[in-house]
Structure formats: structure tokens, C-alpha cells
């Protein structure tokens, strides 16, 4: 089955410690995207990338750092700058053609800080 | 800016209650809408989406959304909600023929349903 694989499904930080959520998908999907989900806040979006070796800042990138190195693969690291990195954080891809294709969304990775 | 309203945090209903689900958006332009939902311990996934045709879209499980362009809404609607619907819903728009990096998502409502 095609999807999105998101690991670790959680993962615990230290302070000053940068820490990595990795995210791949096998649809064959040109975009991606991380979003962070936090109690009564939706989804807010970090960062996408619509091609490899490229990608944009969403609404809330201070602390995050990304890479698109390949198609499948677009992991994102979370820097000891995010001082509030407790939280949800949602992976995605999308076919690029045209803005109503939906999203397809990974199982998530909680992040908590020891 | 763009923004998206869901007007209930928390709904709490019966089995076979009638259920609508308030969306709003501040947008210029043609949208495109999308309603997701995320079942307990589930991924998040599309119930339904609209973008252009007839403004009452029908999704999986038997829920329907309806778009109302001069009200700026598309409110999502089941006539008999099952148990299994207890889940959280999301409401998302973006720009037709915009970036898909603009989605912009609603901060949810959580359903819940009592056997």
C-alpha cells in the first residue's frame, strides 16, 4: 500500500539537543509538507517543498531547518532555537498539478522534551 | 490575512442526532474547500473537497458539505451520526490555482458521539 511513514512515532529532546523527524512517501508525490498540530490550534505549517532541492518557510519555520534531498524523502529538524518544540508534528504530500488535490497525511510524531 | 473559523470547539451528540459542523473563511478570490477528519489514534484524512460544479459535495461516511459562496461557508452535515464518528474535523482552504503551501486549516472541532 502507498503512504506516508513517518518515524519515530515519539521522541523525547533535551534541552540544547536538536533532534530529526523523518518522513518518507511512496505515492510518488511531488510536494511535501510538516505541519505542527497543537491543542485547540489546527494545523499550522512549518515548512513545504514543491520539488527536490527546494523548499519554503510556512507560517511558524523559527527553530525548524529542513532538507529535499530526494523525491520520497523530506525530514525535518527540529533546532535547539524552537524554545516551545512540545507537540504534534504531521507530515504530508500532495500531487503538485493543481491546488484541489488533497493532502495525504503520515501517523504523526509526538515530541516531548525530558 | 486568510483565515479560517470553526466555529465549535467541542460538540457533544447523541447516536442518530442530526450533526452540521460550521466553517468560515476570509478569503479573495475562488477557494478551493476541504474538509479532513482524524479518527482516535488515526491519521488524518480527506471526508471531502470542493472546487468548482454543484455546491453541495457528498464525501465517505455519508457526510455532505455544503458551499455557500455569499456567506463564505462550508458547513459540514450528517443526518444521523454514528458513534463511530467520534473523531475531529478539520476545516482547510487555499487559493484556486494558488500554492498548495497555502492551505490554510480551521482549529478543529472535536466530535464526540454518545452510544
Known amino acids: 500500500d502507498g503512504g506516508i511513514t513517518q518515524s519515530p512515532k515519539y521522541l523525547f529532546r533535551k534541552e540544547g539537543q536538536n533532534v530529526t523527524l523523518s518522513c518518507e512517501q511512496n505515492l510518488n508525490h511531488d510536494a511535501m509538507y510538516w505541519y505542527r498540530q497543537d491543542p485547540g490550534q489546527g494545523l499550522r505549517l512549518i515548512y513545504y517543498?514543491?520539488?527536490?532541492?527546494?523548499?519554503q518557510k510556512g507560517d511558524i519555520a523559527e527553530g525548524y531547518s529542513v532538507s529535499r534531498e530526494k523525491k520520497e524523502s523530506f525530514p525535518l529538524t527540529v533546532t535547539s532555537a524552537q524554545k516551545n518544540p512540545t507537540a504534534f508534528y504531521l507530515c504530508a504530500s500532495s500531487k503538485l498539478q493543481n491546488s484541489n488535490q488533497p493532502q495525504h497525511f503520515g501517523d504523526g510524531t509526538r515530541l516531548s522534551i525530558l | 490575512a486568510q483565515s479560517v473559523s470553526q466555529h465549535n470547539h467541542h460538540v457533544i451528540l447523541s447516536e442518530a442526532a442530526s450533526l452540521e459542523l460550521g466553517c468560515n473563511y476570509s478569503?479573495?478570490?475562488?477557494?478551493?474547500l476541504f474538509w479532513y477528519v482524524q479518527y482516535p489514534g488515526q491519521h488524518l484524512q480527506l471526508l471531502l473537497k470542493y472546487f468548482s460544479g454543484d455546491p453541495l459535495v457528498k464525501g465517505i461516511k455519508g457526510f455532505e458539505a455544503e458551499f455557500i459562496k455569499s456567506k463564505f461557508s462550508f458547513n459540514l452535515r450528517k443526518p444521523s451520526v454514528q458513534w463511530s464518528d467520534t473523531a475531529e474535523y478539520f476545516c482547510?482552504?487555499?487559493?484556486?490555482?494558488?500554492?498548495?503551501?497555502?492551505?490554510?486549516f480551521g482549529k478543529g472541532t472535536k466530535l464526540s458521539v454518545k452510544p
Open positions: 482547510a482552504v487555499n487559493l484556486y490555482g494558488g500554492s498548495q503551501g497555502n492551505l490554510i
Open positions: 478569503y479573495g478570490g475562488t477557494v478551493n
Open positions: 517543498s514543491q520539488i527536490v532541492n527546494d523548499f
